[in-house]
């Protein structure tokens, strides 16, 4: 079985800080591995520790915090890394990672499996698996909450608003991940320091016969919330509070 993980360079946005203007100050912000692109790592793991598959992983970007996501994956139980080398990475369109995509794996595949976390972090967009699935011509599960795998069946549980979705299905196949699929090792220190010492393999665009499309993001902002600020004191008179929130929750449109 050979296994394919994408992951993604991201804004941790735990640490990010604003401007006054809510404006977000990303330059200064540090960068890690996506939270669900990590729960695809290990899943591959996983599955390369009970069926002795080989696991790949692909990045997309051009500095030295993308080398060190590769050796936080050598570190965890990856096999084999490799960087996309691409200068304005964060402008290229989710088309484009498609179609870098699909020319990697007709370059060194077939694959079994592509694994790849349902969201990141920044953008958000849940489109990556669908676009991957159709350039390449193969099934996918989205948004997997559990993962199973027999030998011949992948069996995958998803949780949606209105219950479990439970799928079935041979490789090949997309999977993405959510961060519910299951808790990443920690790597040791001996895993550590043998990731430091593995290659990181580098390819340019042009080696994959890849034109890149770019889209730019023009402004990033805060959300804010405007509270009104209504103080309501029940005193000893609590049956009127509650006439009163209710008063205002039916004025706002919120109960009938």
Not at 13 to 33: F, H, R, T, W
Not at 144 to 149: A, M, P, Q, R
């Given at each position: 079985?050979?296994?394919?993980?994408?992951?993604?360079l991201?804004?941790?946005?735990s640490?990010?800080?604003?401007?006054?203007?809510?404006?977000?100050?990303?330059?200064i912000?540090?960068?890690?591995?996506?939270?669900?692109?990590?729960?695809?790592v290990?899943?591959?793991?996983?599955?390369?520790e009970?069926?002795?598959?080989?696991?790949?992983?692909?990045?997309v970007g051009a500095?030295?915090d993308?080398?060190r996501?590769?050796?936080?994956?050598?570190?965890m139980?990856v096999?084999?890394?490799?960087i996309i080398e691409?200068?304005?990475y964060?402008?290229?369109q989710?088309t484009?990672?498609?179609d870098?995509?699909?020319?990697?794996?007709?370059?060194?595949?077939p694959?079994?499996?592509?694994?790849?976390?349902?969201g990141?972090l920044?953008?958000h967009?849940?489109?990556?698996?669908?676009?991957i699935?159709?350039k390449i011509?193969?099934?996918i599960?989205?948004?997997v909450d559990?993962?199973?795998?027999?030998?011949s069946?992948?069996k995958?549980?998803?949780?949606?608003?209105?219950?479990?979705?439970?799928f079935?299905?041979?490789?090949p196949l997309?999977?993405t991940?959510?961060?519910?699929a299951?808790?990443?090792?920690?790597?040791?220190l001996?895993?550590?320091?043998?990731?430091k010492k593995m290659?990181?393999?580098?390819l340019r665009?042009?080696?994959?016969?890849v034109k890149p499309?770019?889209?730019t993001?023009?402004?990033v902002r805060k959300?804010f919330?405007?509270r009104?600020?209504?103080?309501?004191?029940?005193?000893?008179?609590?049956e009127?509070a509650v006439?009163?929130i209710y008063s205002?929750l039916?004025?706002?449109?919120l109960v009938?």
């Amino acid at each position: 079985m050979k296994i394919l993980t994408l992951i993604k360079l991201t804004v941790d946005v735990s640490q990010l800080k604003y401007e006054k203007d809510g404006s977000p100050l990303v330059e200064i912000a540090p960068n890690k591995m996506g939270d669900s692109d990590k729960c695809a790592v290990e899943e591959a793991i996983r599955l390369k520790e009970r069926y002795g598959a080989s696991v790949t992983v692909l990045t997309v970007g051009a500095t030295r915090d993308h080398e060190r996501i590769i050796r936080d994956a050598y570190a965890m139980g990856v096999d084999e890394g490799y960087i996309i080398e691409v200068e304005e990475y964060q402008k290229l369109q989710a088309t484009t990672i498609g179609d870098i995509v699909k020319a990697f794996v007709e370059k060194t595949g077939p694959y079994d499996l592509i694994l790849l976390g349902a969201g990141s972090l920044d953008t958000h967009s849940y489109t990556l698996g669908s676009i991957i699935s159709s350039k390449i011509g193969i099934p996918i599960i989205s948004s997997v909450d559990s993962l199973s795998y027999n030998g011949s069946i992948v069996k995958a549980e998803s949780v949606m608003e209105d219950g479990v979705y439970v799928f079935q299905a041979p490789p090949p196949l997309v999977i993405t991940l959510t961060t519910e699929a299951n808790e990443p090792r920690i790597p040791t220190l001996k895993t550590i320091l043998k990731s430091k010492k593995m290659e990181v393999k580098k390819l340019r665009l042009e080696e994959l016969g890849v034109k890149p499309r770019y889209v730019t993001i023009e402004d990033v902002r805060k959300y804010f919330v405007e509270r009104k600020k209504i103080i309501i004191d029940a005193g000893e008179d609590l049956e009127k509070a509650v006439e009163t929130i209710y008063s205002i929750l039916k004025m706002e449109g919120l109960v009938k």
